[in-house]
Every structure is written in structure tokens, then in C-alpha cells.
């Protein structure tokens, strides 16, 4: 509804420094940090792109004895981070990073 979206509208806009520091913090570990609605009792949580494979098939190519190396760094999937702002961590994270801005 309406209403459902202008209050994620909210929420992405005052979470939206602290998902600047966190990806500055991690750098090429993640591709974005974004707000998530979906996240209900985690913090956060990490998935992987739409595209390359998937954590369970990197973990088990990485396990391989005779793996070929040169196709882990373009097949590796982008990861993703989505934060839960409701959550009390995200929220004192949040004020953190406001403070440290001003």
C-alpha cells in the first residue's frame, strides 16, 4: 500500500549514511548495503547476486582438491548486504554513524 512504501521510503532515507559507512568499511567484500523489509530478527544478513554461483556451490568449489583457481575470482557471486533497520543494533549503529558525521 501507500502507506507501506512511504514508511520504507523513511526508513531507507534515515538509514542511508549508515549503509555509506558500512560499505565504505567493507569495501570490495560487498557490492551494496541496502535497506531490507524482509530481514525480521537478524540484524542484517548477507546474499549473493543474482548472477555467478550461489555460497553453498562457492564453499563447495573452494573445498575441491584440484581446483582451478583463475575461475573463482569472475565465477564468485557479489554479495550483497541488507540491514534490518527496526533492529536495535542497526538503530544505535545508526546514531553512531549520524554522530561521527556531525
Given at each position: 500500500?501507500e502507506?507501506?512504501?512511504?514508511?520504507?521510503?523513511?526508513?531507507?532515507?534515515?538509514?542511508?549514511?549508515?549503509?555509506?559507512?558500512?560499505?565504505?568499511?567493507?569495501?570490495?567484500?560487498?557490492?551494496?548495503?541496502?535497506?531490507?523489509?524482509?530481514?525480521?530478527?537478524?540484524?542484517?544478513?548477507?546474499?549473493?547476486?543474482?548472477?555467478?554461483?550461489?555460497?553453498?556451490?562457492?564453499?563447495?568449489?573452494?573445498?575441491?582438491?584440484?581446483?582451478?583457481t583463475?575461475?573463482?575470482?569472475?565465477?564468485?557471486?557479489?554479495?550483497?548486504?541488507?540491514?534490518?533497520?527496526?533492529?536495535?543494533?542497526?538503530?544505535?549503529?545508526?546514531?553512531?554513524?549520524?554522530?561521527?558525521?556531525?
Open positions: 500500500t502507506d507501506e512504501k512511504a514508511q520504507e521510503e523513511k526508513l531507507k532515507d534515515m538509514t542511508k549514511d549508515l549503509c555509506e559507512v558500512v560499505k565504505e568499511t567493507l569495501g570490495e567484500k560487498v557490492e551494496k548495503v541496502v535497506v531490507s523489509t524482509r530481514v525480521v530478527k537478524s540484524p542484517c544478513v548477507i546474499v549473493t547476486g543474482e548472477f555467478g554461483w550461489s555460497a553453498n556451490m562457492e564453499r563447495i568449489m573452494k573445498a575441491q582438491a584440484l581446483r582451478d583463475s575461475t573463482m575470482g569472475y565465477m564468485a557471486a557479489k554479495k550483497h548486504l541488507e540491514i534490518n533497520p527496526d533492529h536495535s543494533i542497526v538503530e544505535s549503529l545508526r546514531k553512531k554513524a549520524e554522530a561521527d558525521k556531525n
